[in-house]
Each structure stands twice: as structure tokens, then as C-alpha cells.
């Protein structure tokens, strides 16, 4: 891997670890006084040393416990005590802030193995750890430039668009020794994002996953990612897992219940909740009772500030439409008739103030990734979804809510267009029995327990999260007052 690529990368997005959450980690994991003396313990992403620092206090205040002798204290430190980051800079911060640690206990000169390499081509520490411990990196591997294809290497990022945080599970783990703990924070996309199915499965095959802390809509960094901390065991003999809630006021994790593979590993994905929770979710992702109910994401039209606009001239071809994000109602050019085939230019020229409109704009048109990449389309949607759907009634619903407030359902007849939220129809469901079966608090509770975060403690659905609750509400529901 290119160390100036990774290291520019890694700088960019670099996120510092705050002591409660390092705290909270080494506690989960077992590093605790009584169960710290010859352990290797390694942090495979140090930066400046968060990890490193209260790994060395822990180290040295249950090694002077039972012995004062520091010249044997200096060596296991040595001894130990890793860590692995790819900046140099960061490794000189790293142990200068070790230092600093070890002369509040009258220990100097330490000869820290910190290495200055990149960790996914680090092998000298494979099978070696008691524990692994750290805050990895998060890079989109889109964002990685050379290094793309040693990472898509790795097994857990051989499906989509991963990031590199699911790599480093995949390498702390190797670190491992039979019995070794890995103790992670990082984003908990992995729960449900189809990059990371390979390493959910893996996972529960192996039965590695001893705690789970859900930090949900708590942030303890800037950054709007949305973390967890995970506890791997590999020694672990039972097949429960505790899951814990986060505790923002006091800054610690909450037991709730220990969950079987069974209650929390759905359909690939994992689901963490209070377990009578999980059993609602349960009915409706595992549903197989469908009905005549399709969810639909709206027009794409990638160029909305053209295709959308308070137009001062009229056309035939402008239309109503729905703004789902906010359920108010606009215009949209809309260069298609009612099969959703694209009317040619030439007949479109007929209106010469339209034409003029999208000549003014055609430059900017064109430079759109459109679906059909020809300059024939250039004044088409992006992308086609929604079009054939055009002249059919149809319910539009946004995606983003908190409670039962946010929700905005309306009533789209034909000839309407939807864009920027998603869509329902149904041949034998109306608006009102919709309206009706999403303007419950069972809805909300259900789009709360997919995990989907977004900012200010709202929560997105996509068309089949919608879906498979629109089908249990109408078939499952019914198949059960049977």
C-alpha cells in the first residue's frame, strides 16, 4: 500500500478517540487490573497513542501491585505492549506520550515497539495477541486511489463498497492468539450494509461475538458517523451475546439482555434491541406472506434545479409533482408521454420558449452520469425509475422521521410525478387504508429498530424496509385474525 496514499487519506479523516470511550473498551474487554501481567496487547491503527496511553497506566499500576522492581517493568513493557500507525509523525506523538506515562512512574528510556508501517502488510504479529484494542481507520475504498486492490484482498472486502474499518476487523482478528479479545469502536454500518455480509457471516460461524454496545444516536466523535463498540472472544463457549445500550449521561454502557444468533442475525443482517423488540422486527422481516404492494423510489432526475421550477411559461410537458422529502407539491419538465417514451427533440422544439429553456441548459445537462450515456438523452432523467409509473395513483411518503410527525404521506394521483422520497401502489389498497396502517406508532418502532441513524435522531427506511412492513400489516395481519 502507498504510505503517502494511506497517510494523506488517514490524516484527512482522522478520528481521535475520546479517554471514556477508550475506557469503556479496555473494560469491556477484559483489560482490567488482575488480567493484564505478560498479555500481549496490541492497538494495530495507534495514531497518538489514545489506546496505548491507558493501556500502559493499566499496565504499570497492576504490575506495582505485586512487584516494585521497574527494570523488569521497563522490559514487559517492551515486551508486551504494541502498536502499529503509518504516519511518522504520529508514531513520534505516540511515544512521546507513552513517555510521558511511564515518568509519572519513575520509568524512562523505554524502548517502545511501536512500528511505522502499514498495518495490512504486517504479519509479525498474526496469532500472537491476547488483545487487540483501537478506533481503525474509516476510509471508503474509493477513497484509497492505489491501494484499492490490496485491499479488495482482504475477505471481508470482496462485496460492495467497503470501507477500510471492515478490513481491520478482518486483520485484528488474525492477530488473535486461541484465546485472544478484540475490542473495537467503529461505525455500525457493518450491521446492515451489504459490504459487510461476508463479515457478519463470518462472524456467527465462528461464534466471535461476546458484547455488543450500540452507541445509536450518541456520538462521542464530530464526525456524523454512527458507532458501536464490539467485544470479539475467541474462546467463547456460549452462544449468547450481551448487548448494552449507551448511557450518554453517564458516559458508560447499559446491559439490556443477552441475544441469541437467532434473535439478532435476520435475513444476513443484524438487528440489536431489547429481545421482545427483536421478536416484533422478527415477524415482520421473516414474513413471507406478500401483498399487492410495490415501494418505488421517485424520479432521479439527477439535475433537479433544471427539471424542478416555479416555471413562468406553460407546456404540456410540465407536470405536477410531489417533493416526498417535504410533501408539498411542484413542477416538473417531463419529456415523456404516457407509455414513458422520451418525446424527441424535434417535437419539443414546437414550443419555442421550452426549447430556448433547455438549449440554456444543455451544457450543464450533458456533464450529468446519466443512465444512457448518449447525447441523445441529454435532456432525459438521469435515470429511469419512476417514469412508467407516471399515470398510476399512487401514495408518496419521505424517508426521514422521528416519530409519527415526520411522516409525510400524500395522495398522488395520475399524471403526478414523485421525486425525493419513495412511492406505494396498490391495486386493492387506497390512500386511506395506507395512510391509515403508516400513521402508527408500530411504524415508527419498526424503522427505529432497522438502526438506519441519521442526524438530529431521525431514522431512513428505503422501499424494502416499506415494503415488508406494508406486506405484514396486510397480509401477515390478516392471515393471523384468521
Known amino acids: 500500500m502507498s504510505e503517502n496514499n494511506i497517510s494523506k487519506n488517514k490524516s484527512f479523516g482522522r478520528v481521535y478517540t475520546p479517554d471514556y470511550i477508550v475506557n469503556n473498551i479496555l473494560n469491556l474487554s477484559g483489560y ?212 448494552y445500550q449507551y448511557d450518554k449521561a453517564n458516559l458508560k454502557p447499559n446491559y439490556i439482555h443477552n441475544l441469541s444468533i437467532e434473535d439478532f442475525y435476520l435475513n444476513s443482517f443484524f438487528y440489536f434491541a431489547k429481545k421482545e423488540d427483536l421478536t416484533f422486527l422478527k415477524k415482520i422481516l421473516l414474513n413471507k406472506q406478500e401483498s399487492d404492494i410495490f415501494v418505488k423510489n421517485g424520479y432521479a432526475t439527477l439535475k433537479d434545479n433544471f427539471f424542478v421550477s416555479d416555471f413562468n411559461f406553460s407546456s404540456k410537458y410540465i407536470i405536477p409533482v410531489i417533493k416526498a422529502s417535504k410533501g408539498i407539491f411542484k413542477q416538473i419538465f417531463y419529456p415523456y408521454d404516457q407509455e414513458g417514451n422520451l418525446i424527441s427533440i424535434d417535437q419539443l422544439a414546437k414550443e419555442p420558449i421550452l426549447y430556448d429553456y433547455l438549449l440554456n441548459h444543455k451544457e450543464a445537462l450533458l456533464k450529468r452520469a446519466n443512465e444512457k450515456n448518449s447525447e441523445k438523452y441529454w435532456y432525459a432523467f438521469g435515470r429511469s425509475q419512476g417514469i412508467l409509473d407516471t399515470y398510476k395513483n399512487k401514495v408518496a411518503i419521505n424517508t426521514l422521521a422521528q416519530n409519527l410527525k415526520d411522516l409525510k404521506i400524500i395522495n398522488c394521483p395520475s399524471g403526478t410525478g414523485v421525486y425525493a422520497g419513495l412511492y406505494i401502489i396498490s391495486a386493492s389498497k387506497g390512500y386511506e387504508e395506507i395512510k391509515k396502517a403508516l400513521y402508527r406508532e408500530e411504524f415508527i418502532k419498526y424503522i427505529a429498530l432497522l438502526g438506519k441513524y441519521r442526524n438530529g435522531g431521525y431514522y431512513t427506511f428505503s422501499s424494502k424496509d416499506l415494503k415488508a412492513y406494508l406486506d405484514y400489516f396486510f397480509r401477515a395481519k390478516e392471515i393471523e385474525n384468521e
Open 32 to 243: 482490567i487490573l488482575g488480567n493484564i501481567s505478560k498479555k500481549h496487547v496490541i492497538d494495530n491503527s495507534c495514531g497518538d497513542g489514545a489506546f496505548l496511553q491507558e493501556i500502559v497506566k493499566r499496565y504499570c499500576e497492576d504490575f506495582l501491585k505485586h512487584n516494585h522492581n521497574k527494570m523488569v517493568l521497563k522490559a514487559e513493557l517492551e515486551e508486551f505492549i504494541h502498536g502499529i500507525e503509518i504516519d511518522q509523525e504520529e508514531v513520534l506523538k505516540c511515544k512521546s506520550n507513552l513517555d510521558q506515562i511511564t515518568k509519572e512512574y519513575g520509568i524512562e528510556k523505554v524502548n517502545w515497539d511501536i512500528l511505522c508501517a502499514d498495518s495490512l502488510m504486517v504479519d509479525k504479529f498474526n496469532n500472537k495477541m491476547d488483545f487487540v484494542l483501537g478506533n481503525p481507520p474509516y476510509i471508503r475504498i474509493h477513497n484509497l486511489g492505489n491501494s484499492y486492490h490490496l485491499v479488495k484482498k482482504f475477505n471481508f472486502a470482496k462485496t460492495g463498497m467497503t470501507d477500510l474499518y471492515l478490513v481491520f476487523y478482518e486483520l485484528g482478528i488474525s492477530m488473535l492468539n486461541e484465546s485472544g479479545i478484540l475490542g473495537y469502536i467503529t461505525p455500525s454500518s457493518y450491521f446492515n450494509s451489504v459490504a459487510a455480509k461476508e463479515m457478519r457471516k463470518y462472524l456467527v460461524t465462528n461464534n466471535l461475538i461476546e458484547k455488543i454496545v450500540d452507541l445509536q444516536h450518541f456520538q462521542p466523535f464530530k464526525a456524523t458517523t454512527y458507532t458501536t463498540i464490539t467485544i470479539l472472544n475467541k474462546q467463547k463457549i456460549h452462544k449468547n451475546t450481551e448487548y
